[in-house]
């Protein structure tokens, strides 16, 4: 099936630090989607991203969708506590079937010290 | 407020029993989803549904079972649990909007011992 390729896999940081993660396809897709997963909990949507070349914003984090639809990257400012948790990226495809199933990351763990 | 329900949200049970993890919601979505996450982070679908009486399994092969029978509840059902079936169960559901993300539950945490 379709994979994507999400790095890094952890990332220890200070607080207040700017942290970047990104997600990389040999497949095109229409939709990217970027999650964010607490400890014990399920993973909850940060921001969506559904044409190439967009760049949105959600309060400290900012996410694109690259320009060749193979790509996303989310950038996250100013690093607090809370941000600890685990990032997903994930990808659609309107076309068949596969409109239906989203394509996810392996995900990024990211550790804030305070 | 969620909107996804998952139940129990921890279980521990014995080998060899059956077990059903409860799932339902109240957006009134017709796709569902449920997903297997090991503490290695990794989401793996291993069941999902298209509407009522639609099941399908996913990329990762499971020994668990689902149904479908009514739009809001897609529950899935382990007969025999084994510890090698101990991890942390994902239920989602997404409307029909083109590009639409999942909403998830808060997760089942499965201990077969």
């Known amino acids: 099936g379709q994979q994507l390729n999400q790095s890094p896999q952890s990332m220890f940081i200070q607080e207040g630090e700017d942290v970047s993660m990104n997600c990389t396809s040999s497949s095109i897709f229409n939709t990217w989607l970027w999650y964010k997963q607490d400890p014990g909990e399920g993973p909850v949507l940060l921001i969506a991203l559904y044409k190439a070349g967009e760049l949105t914003s959600n309060g400290r984090l900012t996410a694109q969708f690259g320009i060749t639809r193979k790509d996303s990257f989310l950038n996250i400012s100013a690093s607090i506590p809370s941000d600890v948790g685990i990032y997903f990226c994930a990808g659609q495809r309107n076309s068949g079937g596969s409109n239906y199933k989203l394509t996810f990351g392996k995900g990024t763990l990211l550790t804030v010290n305070p | 407020e969620a909107d996804i329900y998952q139940t129990p949200r921890y279980l521990v049970i014995g080998t060899g029993k059956k077990i059903t993890l409860e799932c339902s919601q109240t957006m009134g979505h017709d796709k569902m989803y449920w997903y297997q996450q090991d503490p290695g982070m990794e989401l793996h679908l291993i069941h999902y549904s298209y509407g009522v009486n639609s099941t399908e399994k996913g990329d990762l092969s499971s020994e668990s079972t689902v149904s479908r029978i009514r739009t809001e509840h897609f529950p899935l059902t382990l007969e025999s649990a084994r510890p090698s079936h101990t991890s942390q169960y994902l239920c989602?559901?997404?409307?029909?909007?083109?590009?639409?993300?999942?909403?998830f539950g808060s997760g089942t945490r499965l201990t077969v011992v």
């Open positions: 989602a559901s997404r409307g029909n909007r083109t590009g639409q993300g999942y909403t």
